[in-house]
């Protein structure tokens, strides 16, 4: 049996290329996603990508922040080879929205804002409240999960070399559209 801490460093490659996948999934194939959540209006890169680039023995990270940061640095380190290894995702479905980061290597979800809440007007209502909560919390790992989900689909498929690899070289070519 492999020991944990192998198994961790052997496989996290994995979420850095499904946050790259759904960057190029994010600008070119919004609809596709949205069969992760059917009620789903948006999901954008928010406010912070970090990438990194392991080649010739150096490592290179590359951190965009800030509300309207453009990802012209990102579309370079992508054509470098680089990797995102976090995201910034904001969510939007009808008039709730969320805003989370998603680390690759885990997929741990952390900076989760939710949407508010009702105020509470007595005692009684706390245990809504806690429930609406948790309701919201779950919507979101809900999500990333459906999204790892189909992510998985493509990365399995045999064509994945050929087809979706060749596509998103393609899509980083030309340049992810500015948001």
Not at 98 to 104: E, P
Not at 129 to 141: F, G, N, P, S
Not at 154 to 167: A, C, I
Request: aromatic content about 8%.
């Amino acid at each position: 049996m492999l020991d944990v801490s192998v198994a961790y460093n052997r496989y996290k490659f994995l979420g850095h290329e499904f946050l790259t996948w759904l960057w190029y999934m994010i600008d070119t194939d919004f609809e596709a996603l949205q069969k992760a959540d059917p009620e789903m209006d948006a999901l954008a890169i928010g406010n912070r990508i970090v990438l990194e680039n392991h080649r010739h023995n150096r490592d290179e990270t590359i951190t965009i922040r800030g509300d309207g940061a453009g990802l012209e640095e990102g579309v370079m380190a992508l054509t470098k080879g680089a990797k995102v290894t976090e995201m910034h995702l904001l969510f939007r479905a009808g008039e709730l929205e969320w805003r989370f980061s998603v680390k690759g290597e885990s997929l741990s979800i952390s900076s989760l804002k939710t949407p508010q809440t009702a105020k509470l007007e007595s005692a009684e209502d706390i245990e809504g409240a806690v429930l609406e909560k948790i309701y919201l919390v779950e919507r979101v790992v809900k999500l990333v999960e459906q999204l790892y989900a189909q992510f998985a689909r493509h990365r399995l498929d045999p064509d994945w070399d050929k087809k979706t690899v060749h596509r998103i070289m393609a899509w980083i070519r030309q340049g992810p559209a500015a948001d």
